[in-house]
């Protein structure tokens, strides 16, 4: 079946009906719990769900879909209408320190433990990225220990 489900995205691709994603795009998932597939269907195979704020890289888009690629690298699709623009991080290691300002030496604000998703204020600079916990507190957190920056 994966020899067919290229051929399909070949093809769609080729018709202009999708569209490959610009490097290294995020988005977030904008609802409380939605459903990933194993294709750009609703009645294909449901594989997990995720909560608001989860961060995906979009790999291709497909009338109405998405092909997204997870934290863990794994490859699904999920509804359009279920992602936003807003930007988020997930923290990849066991603790991350988010720092008052970018520096290795600056005080530490709050500590993250893994799997916590921040809102993503400013982008990345010299390694570091500016996020916000959903209770307010802001700071900088290096770039390596967060996905979806």
């Known amino acids: 079946m994966p020899g067919l489900h290229r051929v399909f995205v070949c093809a769609l691709l080729a018709a202009g009906l999708a569209t490959p994603a610009a490097a290294l795009e995020f988005r977030a998932v904008s609802e409380n719990a939605a459903v990933l597939y194993d294709a750009p269907s609703a009645k294909a195979k449901k594989l997990y769900v995720v909560n608001r704020g989860y961060p995906v890289e979009v790999v291709v888009l497909v009338e109405g879909w998405v092909k997204v690629r997870d934290a863990n690298g794994d490859l699904t ?69 967060v996905w979806g920056g």
């Open 77 to 145: 699709w999920i509804e359009s209408k279920y992602l936003t623009d807003k930007r988020t991080v997930m923290i990849r290691t066991p603790v991350a320190q988010v720092r008052q300002s970018a520096a290795d030496n600056a005080p530490v604000v709050f500590q993250a433990q893994q799997s916590v998703i921040l809102d993503l204020v400013e982008g990345p600079g010299g390694g570091w990225l500016r996020v916000r916990h959903r209770d307010g507190q802001a700071g900088f957190v290096k770039a390596s220990q």
